[in-house]
């Protein structure tokens, strides 16, 4: 897995400009990809399994729990 995310990553090289001009959500959803493929191949490669990735990361991350949502809000009132 960690050899796959290297390899991946090597797209992001200064050698290699071209990324430079990616909006931010295009450099987000391709390290979710690669993410995704890392983690389960099989299940994930090509765009409907990007979409079932995306799904269940979805779901991970609304599980917000109590002690993560006072630090969120001791965080925002710190920035105001």
Same mark, same amino acid.
């Given at each position: %897995?960690?050899?796959? %995310? ?5 797209? @992001? ?20 990809? %690669? ?10 490669? @090509? ?11 979805r779901e991970h991350l609304g599980k917000e729990n ?12 710190? %920035?105001?």
């Amino acid at each position: %897995m960690v050899e796959y %995310m290297k390899k991946y990553l090597e797209e @992001y090289t200064d050698e290699k400009e071209y990324y430079k001009e990616y909006k931010d959500e295009t450099i987000i959803e391709d390290i979710l990809y %690669m993410l995704g493929v890392a983690l389960n191949p099989e299940k994930n490669s @090509y765009a409907s399994g990007f979409l079932l990735f995306k799904r269940k990361l979805r779901e991970h991350l609304g599980k917000e729990n109590e002690i993560e949502s006072q630090l969120i809000e001791n965080h925002l009132e710190r %920035m105001n």
